[in-house]
């Protein structure tokens, strides 16, 4: 983003200008609008260029007069370059340092501001007569990802005689602390006419170096320690010989960073990353090995520091190569405090000719107040949350492995503004050594709210999240706390183990269940039955079903291993057997009543062991808790309907109301509820003794699809002795839009001597139905709501007010305009405004 924003705008990179748009001609060039005509200099054939909507055209002429583009060869151009070409270029020429001429087209117009630009000269005399195409390009173009972007440039660096031409990319992620820089430089050699590469290039605008602020690097004797955390961390560089450049900053002297460029190095920089909580007092710099040798190795002159806001220049009075090892320091004029440093290359105590000539830094230091500080002391500092805490967390932060465990074993001696800091350091540091610590401030945290349903505190939920973002790396710690904790802590351990590592989980919260507590189990198995639902988890579940391992488990284990499958019991390897093992002839009660879950899930897999269990459970069990469960998870097996039809007539009250629920699920996904289906469930509402049981029957064929049967069972229930049971026909009516029964619902909506509630429920079923018949009477019923004096003229008022918000007449805001009154009770005004808003079905 850096780079689609600054492009555009730039209009120079050093000393040299960046080609992003068109110019104008040369003066010293023979042209017109769409022809250019290069000299025959130095050596160097005369070139003709021509532009047009069909291309670039060049030819070579041994001489300047006469010569001219007809007939000559097309350049070979990029894609999407002839639209801009066909618009429109500019054509100059460019004499390089020598004499020599290079042709420059410049086609402005592209996406983004971007131009296209071709490179052209002419061969040296007696070397063939083709045109050269040096190079061609878009520059100005950012591509890439955010963060990433990169875009090719074109630098004229105008010399004594000539100029130099360099092309090059900026890269987003390698900058001069935020200053665009040319990397991948390859520069036009005059003498051979070819792109060559390793060209250096100076980053620095000539106008920032002229103001940069005056330094000079003093020798100075003695070793100095290095600091403990160091600050600085080389991040990026221009170039580097064998791509070391993290070697600055590593803290050992014997290892260098050599520029992979040949010569001064004007330019080449690295890129440090620093913290601007640490003010930066001076600089420790070793140039050359103290006793390593470095191939070529040659001493900068001159460099610049630079921050994002500042630039330094630093002069280096002798030759720092022939002193190995010895240490200068730049001392600033006041402290530096930046989140980032670069190093900059400027002249070096190397002739120009040198042809093995690398500038080499081996090392450099960042001196800060905090240097002579262990890293327990500086956890020490962090206490009170003052710049200075700041600076010693910055350095913490940077401070590795020791720097961690010395922030972990002060953090309990800390105030709350140093544990805040500290929880900074930790974040930062790998999962391996933050896990543990997290796990143990929830388990802290967990113990101290006790058995309070308190709002958690800021911490805990860092600590979990903090966890989760470690991902499986938290497993080993929280399944200690799942093995070691108590109570409460044993619950959350495991619910987050079964979230963060599934697999990881599986055999440990099989072990788990392993505990008399069974409030603690319940919990448990809920945790193992999330982990379950992983695909990741299937390998370590199949091993938990390993005949031998499954044999030992206790019963209460091997159950509750089964009962958290759940769905996905049929995909487990072991499982049909490890519950064939358990569902047998004679099994205990609480056996038979736990299985029935399982059971239900591997039927509709089609186990028939499974079915087998099921269906007799259903039919025959003596137990009427048993066939209660039976009823309540036979839905999920289709096969076993007729067993769940008949448990519908079950002796046992509770086992019918059951199957009444569980033949409604099936109902309900089912696209056409069967005729048998339907029958029990009419039945059960005309006939049962029991109000509840009929109630749930008219909500189950309420909530599946409309049938005949079904919406004549619902009708006829609006004559049924319960209130509930009427309210609950006329819902479902409703819902199905059975408009074949509009008249009885509409005597019930009228009937002064029927209940509120239900007369309200037929309002609604009518509104349902889109019955507009009823309009103005509803507009009577909300416009008393204001003034209504018992409980079901308000229960009326509100139903009235929906109905009308569900048919939406067109005079609707007319109608409800009384009930927008200021002085209307808030809660009617709001049932109005609801209204208005509503969404209507009807037409």
């Given at each position: 983003?850096?780079?689609?924003?600054?492009?555009?705008?730039?209009?120079?990179?050093?000393?040299?200008?960046?080609?992003?748009?068109t110019?104008?001609?040369?003066?010293?060039?023979?042209?017109?609008?769409?022809?250019?005509?290069?000299?025959?200099?130095?050596?160097?054939?005369?070139?003709?260029?021509?532009?047009?909507?069909?291309?670039?055209?060049?030819?070579?002429?041994?001489?300047?007069?006469?010569?001219?583009?007809?007939?000559?060869?097309?350049?070979?151009?990029?894609?999407?370059?002839?639209?801009?070409?066909?618009?429109g270029?500019k054509?100059?020429?460019?004499?390089?340092?020598?004499?020599?001429?290079?042709?420059?087209?410049?086609?402005?117009?592209?996406?983004?501001?971007?131009?296209?630009?071709?490179?052209?000269?002419?061969?040296?005399?007696?070397?063939?007569?083709?045109?050269?195409?040096?190079?061609?390009?878009?520059?100005?173009?950012?591509?890439?990802?955010?963060?990433?972007?990169?875009?090719?440039?074109?630098?004229?660096?105008?010399?004594?005689?000539?100029?130099?031409?360099?092309?090059?990319?900026?890269?987003d992620?390698?900058?001069?602390?935020?200053?665009?820089?040319?990397?991948?430089?390859?520069?036009?050699?005059?003498?051979?006419?070819?792109?060559?590469r390793g060209?250096?290039?100076?980053?620095?605008?000539?106008?920032?170096?002229?103001?940069?602020?005056?330094?000079?690097?003093?020798?100075?004797?003695?070793?100095?320690?290095r600091?403990l955390?160091?600050?600085?961390?080389?991040?990026?560089?221009?170039?580097?010989?064998?791509?070391?450049?993290?070697?600055?900053?590593?803290?050992?002297?014997?290892?260098?960073?050599?520029?992979?460029?040949?010569?001064p190095?004007?330019?080449?920089?690295?890129?440090?990353?620093?913290?601007?909580?640490?003010?930066?007092?001076?600089?420790?710099?070793?140039?050359?090995?103290?006793?390593?040798?470095?191939?070529?190795?040659?001493?900068?002159?001159?460099?610049?520091?630079?921050t994002p806001?500042?630039?330094?220049?630093?002069?280096?009075?002798?030759?720092?190569?022939?002193?190995?090892?010895?240490?200068?320091?730049?001392?600033?004029?006041?402290?530096?405090?930046?989140?980032?440093?670069?190093?900059?290359l400027?002249?070096?105590?190397?002739?120009?000719?040198?042809?093995?000539?690398?500038?080499?830094?081996?090392?450099?230091?960042?001196?800060?107040?905090?240097d002579?500080?262990?890293?327990?002391?500086?956890?020490?500092?962090l206490?009170?949350?003052?710049?200075?805490?700041?600076?010693?967390?910055?350095?913490l932060?940077?401070?590795?492995?020791?720097a961690v465990?010395?922030t972990?074993q002060?953090?309990?001696?800390?105030?709350?503004?140093?544990?805040?800091?500290?929880?900074?350091?930790?974040?930062?540091?790998?999962?391996?050594?933050?896990?543990?610590?997290?796990?143990?401030?929830?388990?802290?945290?967990?113990?101290?709210?006790?058995?309070?349903?308190?709002?958690?505190?800021?911490?805990?939920?860092?600590?979990?999240?903090?966890?989760?973002?470690?991902?499986r790396?938290?497993?080993?710690?929280?399944?200690e706390?799942?093995?070691?904790?108590?109570?409460?802590?044993?619950?959350?351990?495991?619910?987050?183990l079964?979230?963060?590592?599934p697999?990881?989980?599986?055999?440990?919260?099989?072990?788990?269940?392993?505990?008399?507590?069974?409030a603690l189990?319940?919990?448990?198995?809920g945790s193992?039955?999330?982990?379950?639902?992983?695909?990741?988890?299937?390998?370590?579940?199949?091993?938990?079903?390993?005949?031998?391992?499954?044999?030992?488990?206790?019963?209460?284990?091997r159950?509750?291993?089964?009962?958290?499958l759940?769905?996905?019991?049929?995909?487990?390897?072991?499982?049909?057997?490890?519950?064939?093992?358990?569902?047998?002839?004679?099994?205990p009660?609480?056996?038979?009543?736990?299985?029935?879950?399982?059971?239900?899930d591997?039927?509709?897999?089609?186990?028939?062991?499974?079915?087998?269990?099921?269906?007799?459970?259903?039919?025959?069990?003596?137990?009427?808790?048993?066939?209660?469960?039976?009823?309540?998870?036979?839905?999920?097996?289709?096969?076993?309907?007729?067993s769940?039809?008949?448990a519908?007539?079950?002796?046992?009250?509770?086992?019918?109301?059951?199957?009444?629920?569980?033949?409604?699920?099936r109902?309900?996904?089912?696209?056409?509820p069967?005729?048998?289906?339907?029958?029990?469930?009419?039945?059960?509402l005309?006939?049962?003794?029991?109000?509840?049981?009929?109630?749930?029957?008219?909500?189950?064929?309420?909530?599946?699809?409309?049938?005949?049967?079904?919406?004549?069972?619902?009708?006829?229930?609006?004559?049924?002795?319960?209130?509930?049971?009427r309210?609950?026909?006329?819902?479902?009516?409703?819902?199905?839009?059975?408009?074949?029964?509009?008249?009885?619902?509409?005597?019930?909506?009228?009937?002064?001597?029927?209940?509120?509630?239900?007369?309200?429920?037929?309002?609604?079923?009518?509104?349902?139905?889109?019955?507009?018949?009823?309009v103005?009477?509803?507009?009577?019923?909300?416009?008393?709501?204001?003034f209504?004096m018992?409980?079901?003229?308000?229960?009326?008022?509100?139903?009235?007010i929906?109905?009308?918000?569900?048919?939406?007449?067109?005079?609707?805001?007319?109608?409800?305009?009384?009930?927008?009154?200021?002085?209307?009770?808030?809660?009617?005004?709001?049932?109005?405004?609801?209204?208005?808003?509503?969404t209507?079905k009807?037409?």
């Amino acid at each position: 983003m850096r780079l689609r924003t600054a492009l555009p705008a730039l209009a120079t990179l050093a000393t040299g200008t960046l080609v992003l748009a068109t110019s104008e001609a040369a003066p010293d060039s023979k042209s017109s609008k769409d022809v250019i005509v290069a000299p025959a200099v130095a050596g160097q054939q005369a070139l003709a260029v021509r532009v047009s909507k069909a291309g670039i055209v060049a030819r070579v002429c041994a001489k300047e007069a006469d010569c001219n583009a007809e007939s000559g060869t097309t350049i070979e151009l990029p894609a999407g370059a002839l639209d801009l070409v066909a618009k429109g270029a500019k054509l100059e020429t460019k004499t390089l340092v020598g004499g020599r001429q290079v042709v420059r087209v410049v086609a402005g117009g592209g996406p983004g501001g971007a131009s296209f630009v071709a490179l052209l000269g002419a061969p040296l005399a007696g070397k063939g007569d083709a045109p050269i195409t040096l190079w061609t390009g878009f520059t100005g173009l950012a591509k890439g990802e955010h963060g990433e972007e990169r875009a090719a440039v074109l630098v004229e660096e105008p010399l004594e005689k000539g100029v130099r031409l360099v092309v090059g990319e900026q890269r987003d992620d390698v900058t001069v602390c935020g200053r665009p820089a040319l990397v991948s430089a390859r520069e036009v050699d005059p003498q051979t006419m070819t792109l060559k590469r390793g060209a250096s290039v100076q980053n620095l605008s000539g106008e920032e170096r002229a103001a940069a602020v005056k330094l000079a690097a003093a020798q100075v004797s003695g070793d100095k320690p290095r600091p403990l955390v160091p600050l600085l961390v080389a991040r990026t560089a221009s170039s580097a010989v064998g791509k070391a450049f993290a070697t600055l900053t590593d803290g050992d002297p014997e290892t260098a960073w050599s520029e992979a460029k040949t010569g001064p190095g004007r330019g080449e920089f690295v890129t440090f990353s620093s913290a601007s909580e640490v003010p930066i007092a001076s600089l420790d710099i070793v140039v050359r090995p103290p006793k390593a040798e470095v191939s070529g190795g040659a001493a900068p002159k001159r460099i610049y520091l630079a921050t994002p806001e500042k630039l330094y220049e630093v002069s280096f009075a002798e030759d720092a190569f022939k002193k190995a090892g010895a240490r200068y320091e730049v001392k600033l004029p006041e402290p530096i405090t930046a989140t980032c440093l670069s190093v900059v290359l400027d002249t070096a105590y190397a002739p120009e000719s040198a042809a093995d000539a690398r500038v080499t830094i081996a090392e450099i230091t960042a001196r800060t107040a905090f240097d002579e500080s262990s890293p327990e002391a500086l956890v020490g500092a962090l206490a009170g949350g003052s710049d200075r805490s700041k600076g010693a967390a910055a350095l913490l932060a940077r401070g590795g492995s020791a720097a961690v465990k010395a922030t972990i074993q002060g953090y309990d001696k800390l105030d709350d503004a140093g544990k805040k800091l500290a929880e900074g350091v930790i974040d930062a540091a790998p999962c391996a050594d933050q896990a543990p610590f997290w796990t143990r401030v929830m388990q802290a945290e967990l113990e101290k709210k006790g058995t309070k349903r308190a709002p958690e505190e800021p911490v805990l939920v860092h600590a979990r999240d903090r966890l989760r973002r470690c991902g499986r790396a938290s497993a080993a710690s929280l399944a200690e706390l799942v093995v070691k904790g108590e109570g409460k802590v044993r619950i959350e351990a495991a619910a987050e183990l079964s979230l963060i590592a599934p697999a990881e989980a599986i055999p440990v919260l099989v072990d788990a269940l392993a505990t008399p507590d069974d409030a603690l189990r319940r919990e448990l198995r809920g945790s193992l039955a999330h982990a379950a639902k992983s695909e990741r988890a299937l390998a370590a579940l199949g091993a938990e079903f390993e005949k031998e391992r499954f044999a030992g488990r206790s019963e209460v284990v091997r159950i509750d291993l089964l009962r958290a499958l759940g769905a996905r019991i049929d995909l487990v390897p072991g499982a049909r057997d490890a519950f064939a093992s358990l569902a047998t002839e004679g099994a205990p009660f609480r056996t038979r009543y736990l299985l029935l879950g399982p059971a239900a899930d591997l039927a509709r897999a089609g186990d028939k062991h499974a079915e087998t269990f099921l269906v007799t459970a259903l039919r025959k069990d003596p137990d009427r808790h048993v066939r209660l469960r039976a009823a309540e998870v036979a839905h999920r097996a289709p096969q076993v309907l007729p067993s769940l039809l008949e448990a519908s007539e079950d002796p046992e009250v509770r086992v019918r109301d059951a199957a009444v629920f569980s033949l409604g699920a099936r109902g309900r996904t089912d696209e056409a509820p069967s005729a048998a289906l339907v029958t029990a469930l009419g039945k059960r509402l005309a006939q049962d003794p029991f109000t509840f049981v009929r109630t749930n029957a008219a909500r189950s064929l309420g909530e599946m699809p409309s049938t005949k049967a079904g919406d004549a069972a619902l009708a006829a229930a609006l004559g049924d002795a319960s209130p509930e049971v009427r309210g609950r026909a006329l819902d479902g009516l409703g819902m199905h839009q059975a408009t074949a029964y509009l008249g009885p619902i509409r005597e019930l909506a009228g009937n002064d001597e029927e209940q509120a509630e239900v007369r309200a429920r037929a309002l609604l079923a009518l509104a349902a139905m889109c019955d507009r018949s009823q309009v103005d009477t509803w507009t009577k019923l909300a416009r008393r709501t204001p003034f209504a004096m018992s409980e079901g003229e308000r229960t009326l008022g509100a139903a009235a007010i929906a109905a009308l918000g569900d048919i939406k007449p067109q005079d609707l805001r007319a109608r409800l305009a009384p009930l927008l009154d200021p002085k209307v009770p808030r809660n009617v005004r709001e049932l109005a405004r609801a209204a208005l808003e509503a969404t209507s079905k009807c037409k």
